[in-house]
């Protein structure tokens, strides 16, 4: 059985199934598959460039190599930030419980870089969890489904459909006031170093 999603409001404990929801399982999916005239599937195959070489689906792969061409696995690989300092890897909130914040306004979610949404199946709930999502209250807390090199935030709320935590990353928005002129951050590396004028 895969791992729940603990939370904790005050004292009161409460777990839950995740289901990821995606746009096949809201609008149910279609797949289109090209028949040749005796109604086979057909296979998608490419020629290499020179002709020679017939190549089909799950004859290639992708790999990470060394600048000496030595393959690395992905196990050997470490995430680094800007400065080139490597980056902990953060674990999964999944079995570990965590704790819920108090409740926050709607507009809060607004400032999320939505990522995933998840439908919570109520295992064990506090009744006062329960009834504060019913009544319209949302809350925060921390929230990986697997491990990565940060803590996403979902947040919890409730609808005639059920639970749902609705996951991402908190952004700031930047405004820029009407008859503002706005200049667009340039990264030096991108800068296009052909000269016209040597032209």
Do not use: H
Request: contains cysteine.
């Amino acid at each position: 059985m895969a791992k729940l999603v603990l939370l904790k409001l005050g004292s009161a404990s409460s777990s839950f199934d995740a289901v990821k929801v995606d746009r096949s399982k809201l609008y149910g999916s279609r797949k289109r598959i090209a028949v040749d005239v005796k109604a086979r599937p057909c296979v998608k195959a490419a020629l290499t460039t020179d002709g020679s070489q017939l190549i089909r689906s799950g004859m290639t792969a992708q790999g990470y190599f060394s600048a000496d061409g030595a393959p690395v696995s992905r196990t050997e690989m470490v995430g680094l930030d800007p400065a080139g300092d490597v980056v902990e890897v953060k674990p999964s909130t999944l079995g570990v419980e965590q704790e819920l914040s108090r409740p926050v306004g709607a507009s809060d979610i607004l400032d999320l870089e939505l990522e995933s949404v998840f439908w919570l199946e109520p295992i064990e709930v506090s009744e006062t969890l329960m009834s504060s999502l019913k009544e319209g209250a949302i809350y925060r807390c921390a929230f990986n489904y697997t491990a990565g090199f940060e803590v996403e935030t979902a947040f919890l709320l409730s609808n005639a459909e059920g639970i749902f935590a609705i996951v991402g990353k908190p952004v700031e928005p930047r405004w820029v006031e009407e008859g503002t002129v706005f200049l667009a951050e340039v990264n030096e590396d991108e800068e296009d170093e052909l000269d016209f004028e040597s032209l």
